[in-house]
């Protein structure tokens, strides 16, 4: 399967950090293959946040003008803030805070990154079923060997990780969210997220005027309304959400549960292999970081790996992978902790933490949530 004597890359898993860090370490001639169990690439109803520390990695691993190209050229025309669900502002957030704020549509996110890579780089419709030594099994589609570094970017339940000592698993939230994007574009006078009990709603602009949003609310695995039940759970909730969900198909509408890492990992590296993205510290999204962070993790690896692509000397691996893992892991260990810390202080499931919520947000200054969000934003590239 491989075809040079360069440096041999497999990446498990096709997702923003795993073509993000095969493009990088093809770029630094590096021989790559990725393995995506799906059998192909379905448009997802979704979009996602990229700040200035996912921008500052993409730039490092030379993704930006690419991914520049599939995203509004400034931020957020309208403010972003948060309210009640009946529609009482609590706060607003400075366009500082937001100057380098752009969601985009993950379908389009991720067919800039494909299209940066050389053809036959990535392998649809092949899972890991696991892992032995230096060699991938691959079931029906046999044995992957000879690779020098392993990166698993296979999410969550990663089969990568799997193979670590002490592997804590996932945990559940205790809530689930439904995403969708609007059929088309939506005027919009504001956006940002609403709260009620126990719940959540938040919207805000593509590049192209439609909107993506998401639901966020308790959910028992065997109590998940219908996607068209949603604009009857809304209906009360103010403008313009019950609108956003009449302007969304209802095959269009996906639900995730929300989980995390049970506990963080003792290490993002064993021996060759190397953990990225939700592989290596899975969290709720609510500071916005997910994907920001996963390129983060492929631009810190790329840097370190590069020297070793050029000189065709595997020999180091372990030591720049353990590099890594030390450069990585407190970072985002900590954002994790505070993800889900705020996401579970956000939630505010009965009517009393609701109101207490609602009262700390109103009477703090708009400069402590502002400060929430840039300290996560504060990174620069290796090099």
Known sequence: MWRTNSLRVAVVGAGIGGLAVASGLQRAGAEVIVLEQAARFL????????????????????????????????????????RRADGTR??????????????????????????????????????????????????????????????????????VRGSHAGDPGAAYCGYGAWRGITDGPVALTDSGESFGRGERFG???????????????????????????????????????????????????????????????????????????????????TLGQGANLALEDAAVLVSLLRPIARDHDPRDIPTKLAAYDKARRPRTQSIARQAHLLGAALQAPTPLLARGRDLAMRAAPNRMMDRVFRSAQRWSPPD
């Open 90 to 159: 609590l706060s607003v957030f400075s366009p500082a805070t937001l100057a380098e704020l752009r969601v985009v549509d993950r379908t389009d996110l991720h067919r800039a990154l494909l299209r940066d890579l050389a053809p036959d780089t990535v392998r649809p419709g092949i899972r890991v079923e696991g892992l032995s030594r230096e060699t991938l099994d691959l079931g029906p589609s046999g044995l992957l060997e000879d690779w020098h570094v392993l990166i698993g970017a296979d999410g969550i339940r990663s089969r």
């Open 43 to 82: 448009p997802r109803g979704s979009g996602l946040s990229l700040l200035s520390n996912g921008f500052a990695a993409l730039r490092s691993l030379g993704l930006e003008e690419r991914v520049r190209a599939v995203v509004a050229d400034g931020p957020p025309s309208v403010p972003y803030g948060t």
């Open 203 to 285: 919207y805000v602009p593509l590049a192209d005027g439609r909107v993506y949003w998401f639901a966020v609310r308790p959910a028992a695995d065997d109590d998940l309304p219908e996607p068209g039940e949603l604009l009857e759970r809304y209906r009360d909730w103010h403008d313009p959400i019950p609108d956003l969900l009449a302007a969304t198909a209802p095959e269009r509408i996906g639900y995730q549960p929300i989980e995390r890492l049970a506990h963080p990992l003792r290490t993002y590296a064993r021996g060759p292999a190397a953990l990225v993205g939700d592989a290596a510290h899975a969290m709720p999204p």
